[in-house]
C-alpha cells in the first residue's frame, strides 16, 4: 500500500515517539520492517531531530575485525576496563581528553 508523505510522516512519529515499534507499525500499515524505519528517519531529518539511541551509533561503526577482537576478549572473560585498555593499547588509538 502507498502512503503520502504526511501518512509516512505520521507513522514515522509514532515509531519515534515511541508509541509503537517499527515491528507492531509494519504489521499495522502492511509494510516491511525497514520501510517502518525509514519513515521514522524522514520524520527525524523533517523535524531535525536527533538518533535516538546514540549508542547503537558507536557500535554500528565497528568493523569486522573490531568484533572479531572483542569476541576474542569476551571469551577469555575479560571485563570491559581490560577490553578497552587493551584495545587501546592494540591499535594506539588515542584516549579521551
Known amino acids: 500500500m502507498k502512503y503520502t508523505n504526511e ?5 514515522g ?7 509503537i515499534s517499527r515491528y507492531e507499525a509494519a504489521e499495522e500499515y502492511g509494510i516491511n520492517e525497514q520501510t517502518a524505519r ?4 524522514m520524520y527525524q531529518d523533517a523535524k531535525q531531530l536527533p538518533p535516538k539511541r546514540e549508542y547503537v551509533l558507536r557500535f554500528a561503526q565497528f568493523t569486522r575485525h573490531d568484533w572479531k577482537i572483542l569476541g576474542y576478549f569476551l571469551s577469555q572473560r575479560y571485563h570491559a576496563g581490560c577490553f578497552v585498555h587493551s584495545y587501546i593499547d592494540l591499535f594506539d588509538v588515542p584516549s579521551a581528553p
Open 7 to 11: 501518512q509516512r510522516l505520521d507513522i
Open 13 to 19: 512519529r509514532r515509531i519515534y515517539d515511541g508509541k
Open 38 to 41: 525509514n519513515y521514522m528517519r
